[in-house]
């Protein structure tokens, strides 16, 4: 294999997370760009938009040429939700639609309301072969492709994971004209002698160094299109992560073995984009392949010994079988959080990390080749939300189940997709005797009161009308501005028939509740009225103080508490 090697992009380094491109999309859907997206002026125009909705940060204007608005509708084009460039000698723009225009798929997607129905989406955009081969006679899909690889390598060692070097050097850097037999071989070569060495970084950066010489851009894109090209096959559904890798979802094997028996084939592209924009077909549309994927998943659930029915069901169509199939994934996935959460103890020192990178505006922490964590920085108002709910799993003893906690959503692999919608709390951490209502923010500025201190006191009123018991609300931000605390020092709100309430809201920043977090786990000492009385004693005072003393005193009760667990060890 001494020819020129390339890398494969599913994704765009612009533009790192599959899960934003949807709420991009709905910006555009709504603007004056549909098929109006090329050109300067139009490029310039839609960049701006996304600014100004929050899609993105075009700090100072730093993009000035548009580059941005090119990045998003490249990958609107290569997923079909808008109607692509059809070159000359390809056939004529007319035969699949105006440029830049909704395609019928893009309307599709526009409607997917839930995250399996996303999750389809793109199953049936990475499905569709239009990557060019190497030969130029025909296309593959890398989706496809790497799911022939991986379950040849399940065929041969029982497992079809895929780590992350392994995916670098022998996954996007190939494609079905390469022997199947001969890329597992390299694979499990590389992963016999990477087992011998002791150590491993140097092991990797050499064996990129040697696969590097047939590759003509820089070596870094070897690992870090890794990373990116994994995260969108992801969002596909029939991948998940295994370390910093990838594995074929459980339940989703036989349809990953129908996907993987065509990985590339000789169509005009204009046929394929034709049956990408107009949403490509699965081997989930056909009954019988449908029903098979039932049966197989409800025999999974069986040997779980997971309860369920769909009894209540018709299933006289491919359509009606795979709403059954959605519902037990559903109780699947559910079933999986509950796991999940009970786990979440054993994992307080990695959540004290993900708080100590969101306090640092998001970045990276590898611990071994094989293990790391990051926040994108772009993501840290989701990783903020999911980093609270993780602490208030690990701290137990919640009665609501752990999707209820939450108002964000999850991939597959528990990692938030987006922040939560307006209209409620962020996190309701109800316990037996009482209830905390946690609300966060990454705002920092003078902002801060005006963007929460509002819907805050009327979450937390809400929640006081609702539960028979306690309710304290628990705000917390990378830095408390005074105007918040003096808002919340007050809690005046009143509810309806001018109903006047004295609301318990206690601001903290994520540094304090951190330590006062690592300190109890630390003492052992973990359990929720630990944090009930912390609330409790931050409240008592406030009348005696004027908002910065107020938020003094908080620090002091803090280090106070984390002093006395400290002295419990």
């Known amino acids: 294999m001494d020819e020129q090697i390339d890398i494969w992009l599913v994704g765009n380094t612009g533009l790192r997370n599959p899960n934003r491109i949807q709420e991009g999309f709905c910006v555009f ?84 309301d839930t995250y399996p129905a996303v999750q389809e989406c793109y199953l049936r955009a990475m499905s569709v072969e239009q990557f060019p081969m190497p030969d130029k006679k025909g ?39 390469y022997g199947l037999k001969e890329v597992v071989d390299n694979i499990l070569d ?17 064996e990129i160094a040697k696969r590097s010489r047939n590759y003509q851009k820089k070596r870094d894109n070897f690992l870090d299109y ?33 996907l993987a028996k065509s990985t590339a084939n000789e169509e005009p592209i204009i046929r394929e984009y034709q049956k990408l924009c107009n949403g490509a077909p699965l081997p989930t549309d056909d009954k019988d392949t449908a029903k098979i994927l039932l049966d197989d998943l409800m025999k999974r659930m069986r040997e779980r010994h997971i309860v369920f029915h769909i009894s209540d069901l018709p299933l006289t169509n491919s359509t009606e079988i795979n709403i059954a199939r959605q519902r037990l994934e559903n109780i699947l996935a559910q079933t999986d959080e509950i796991s999940y959460a009970k786990e979440q103890c054993n994992q307080w020192r990695e959540i004290a990390d993900y708080m100590s990178l969101l306090i640092k505006g998001g970045g990276k922490i590898v611990y071994d080749d094989d293990n790391a964590i990051e926040i994108p920085k772009e993501e840290t108002p989701a990783y903020l939300e999911w980093v609270l709910w993780r602490a208030a799993l690990a701290m137990g003893q919640i009665v609501n189940q752990p999707y209820e906690v939450r108002g964000f959503r999850l991939d597959s692999d528990f990692f938030p997709v987006s922040a939560a919608g307006g209209g409620k709390g962020d996190l309701y951490w109800e316990y037996e005797d009482f209830v905390i209502l ?112 107020w938020k003094g005193y908080i620090s002091s009760v803090i280090e106070e508490k984390v002093k006395l667990f400290l002295s419990e060890q």
């Open 226 to 258: 890794s990373d990116m090209n994994m995260r969108y096959l992801r969002i596909s559904g029939v991948f998940q992560r295994k370390g910093r890798g990838l594995i074929i979802v459980p339940s989703k094997h036989i349809l990953a073995e129908k």
């Open 29 to 112: 859907a709504n603007s004056s760009f549909v098929g109006k997206l090329h050109g300067r002026d139009n490029e310039i125009g839609f960049m701006n938009l996304l600014n100004e909705k929050g899609i993105i940060q075009n700090k100072s204007g730093k993009d000035e040429s548009g580059s941005h608005a090119r990045k998003w509708r490249l990958m609107f084009a290569k997923n079909g939700f808008i109607y692509p460039r059809i070159s000359k000698t390809d056939g004529r723009q007319e035969e699949l639609g105006k440029l830049d225009d909704l395609t019928p798929f893009g309307k599709a997607f526009l409607k997917a």
């Open 438 to 549: 946690t609300e966060v923010t990454m705002s920092t500025s003078s902002k801060q009161e005006a963007m929460e201190g509002e819907p805050v006191r009327r979450h937390v009123s809400d929640a006081v009308l609702k539960y028979d018991k306690p309710v304290y609300g628990m705000f917390i931000a990378i830095k408390i501005d005074t105007n918040t605390a003096e808002t919340f020092r007050h809690g005046i709100w009143y509810a309806k028939n001018d109903r006047k309430q004295r609301l318990d809201i206690v601001p903290l920043t994520l540094e304090q509740f951190r330590k006062f977090f690592v300190a109890m786990f630390k003492a052992e000492r973990t359990t929720p009225d630990r944090l009930q009385e912390l609330l409790e004693k931050c409240e008592e005072k406030r009348d005696l103080f004027d908002a910065p003393s």
């Open 190 to 206: 590389l992963r016999s002698r990477r087992a011998l060495a002791s150590a491993k970084r140097s092991f990797d950066k050499e």
């Open 139 to 177: 296309y593959f899909s890398p989706l496809r492709w790497l799911l022939a690889i991986m379950l040849e390598l399940e065929k041969r060692t029982g497992s079809s994971e895929l780590s992350r070097i392994e995916f670098a050097l022998w996954g996007h850097t190939t494609n079905p004209g």
